[in-house]
T-cell receptor
Framework: ETGVTQTPRHLVMGMTNKKSLKCEQHLGHNAMYWYKQSAKKPLELMFVYNFKEQTENNSVPSRFSPECPNSSHLFLHLHTLQPEDSALYLC?????????????FGEGSWLTVV | QKEVEQNSGPLSVPEGAIASLNCTYSDRGSQSFFWYRQYSGKSPELIMSIYSNGDKEDGRFTAQLNKASQYVSLLIRDSQPSDSATYLCAVNESEGAQKLVFGQGTRLTINP
């Protein structure tokens, strides 16, 4: 069981489609993240939100558009993706401002772009 | 470019032996260090965190940190087949928001 839930768990989309990934955390945290995990590459930080405000955009292409309506919910809107965007997308949360606190990951959304 | 380096493996260890996983990092100012375990097809889960030089033990797991050498390791005693997974080393880049930089992971296989 995880305090961070992601939907959908699996998504197949065409390059012209528009879809969204959803994340919800039930841990009372105030920071949320999107990470990308591709085969044979380290986990890559994409976006960071603190108290609903985006504090980090790690040079992510604009075809990925995050949205954070409140501290418990995070979305990743996807449009005109490329096959190389196929990866596991992980949402995470933590209590920002508390030194040494831990990031907790959701189960991830497996994305395949065809 | 802040980096975290791990040997990608695979590392094979017989059941009951000690598995030793190593990690080096480039940012000398890093303060928080984490080991995550990731089973195939699953998300990473936290195994250990360490913030001070020395050893930290939790059950069969021991994390070791040497900030002078910019080196962090994870020892798994009495290895079990269920320990077979990829182990990710992560280093916190900043206070406040946790901007973890991950290594590419070491794939560990425990042989019965």
């Amino acid at each position: 069981e995880t305090g961070v839930t992601q939907t959908p768990r699996h998504l197949v989309m065409g390059m012209t489609n528009k879809k969204s990934l959803k994340c919800e955390q039930h841990l009372g945290h105030n920071a949320m993240y999107w990470y990308k995990q591709s085969a044979k590459k380290p986990l890559e930080l994409m976006f960071v939100y603190n108290f609903k405000e985006q504090t980090e955009n790690n040079s992510v292409p604009s075809r990925f558009s995050p949205e954070c309506p409140n501290s418990s919910h995070l979305f990743l809107h996807l449009h005109t993706l490329q096959p190389e965007d196929s990866a596991l997308y992980l949402c995470a949360s933590s209590q920002a401002g508390a030194s040494g606190n831990t990031i907790y990951f959701g189960e991830g959304s497996w994305l395949t772009v065809v | 470019q802040k980096e975290v380096e791990q040997n990608s493996g695979p590392l094979s260890v017989p059941e009951g032996a000690i598995a030793s996983l190593n990690c080096t990092y480039s940012d000398r100012g890093s303060q928080s260090f984490f080991w995550y375990r990731q089973y195939s097809g699953k998300s990473p889960e936290l195994i250990m965190s360490i913030y001070s030089n020395g050893d930290k033990e939790d059950g069969r797991f021991t994390a070791q940190l040497n900030k002078a050498s910019q080196y962090v390791s994870l020892l798994i005693r009495d290895s079990q087949p269920s320990d077979s997974a990829t182990y990710l080393c992560a280093v916190n880049e900043s206070e406040g928001a946790q901007k973890l930089v991950f290594g590419q992971g070491t794939r560990l296989t425990i042989n019965p």
